[in-house]
């Protein structure tokens, strides 16, 4: 799978939406039968199981480059490629073949068989869950600032119940700029668990950050879920 597809690694097929021409069509090289596909690297460090295809993003991404090398989470969920470059994607403005990296997150070097776990919900979204909703109901509050703190303290591998220098203070953000803030805590955060298009999508962000990250106008109709036909009947 190509990370760049929506980001930051993960990828969602629509059968429909590709028939249709939506944004995933040009690099789409899964069967449109996925609905989420992650592709392990064969035979890396991090993954013992012979799986296939592989799982790419740039240190050229506006992302990775806001990314502070602080946070423990880059170093943790990517490492430098040096074998695949992803040949085939080469030339297009969006996947340079220089800074590549591959992912890491889910190490499992001991592995026998090409398939993991994956979380759904863990404690560090139920914090920024609360830190978006107490945001849009009241602004930057200090008690949704400190659950977007704890988050960002672990990241930096210090004591998540301790104020720190690393602390953003809710004095420095309106409701919109504070909520972007989260938004981009939930990417960095969530990598490679499916969170991040239906983050961009829900807040409306979507067209603006593929465009300006990908190059591509998203169409209104790539922005929805298609209703299956059997529900007309």
Known sequence: MNCAACIFGFKIFFKLCIQQNCI????????????????????????????????????????YKAWNDNDLRKQFNW???TFRLSPWQA??????????????????PGATIATFSMPCYRYAEILLICAEASAQAAGPTPDGVEKLNMVKRRAYGLN???????????EDYTTKTFTDLIIQERAFEFQLEGKRWFDLTRTGRAKEVIKNNLFIDVADKALLWPIPRIEFV
């Open 79 to 81: 490492y430098n490629e």
């Open 24 to 63: 995933f069509k040009a690099i789409n090289q899964n069967s449109t039968s996925s609905m989420t596909t992650f592709l392990l690297a064969q035979n890396t460090p991090w993954f013992g199981a012979n799986g296939f295809g592989v799982i790419i993003w740039t240190k050229t991404s506006p992302l």
């Open 91 to 108: 030339g297009q403005p969006a996947y340079p073949n220089e800074g590549v990296i591959s992912t890491k997150k889910y190490n499992s």
């Open 160 to 170: 998540p119940l301790q104020p720190f220098l690393v602390d953003f203070k809710a």
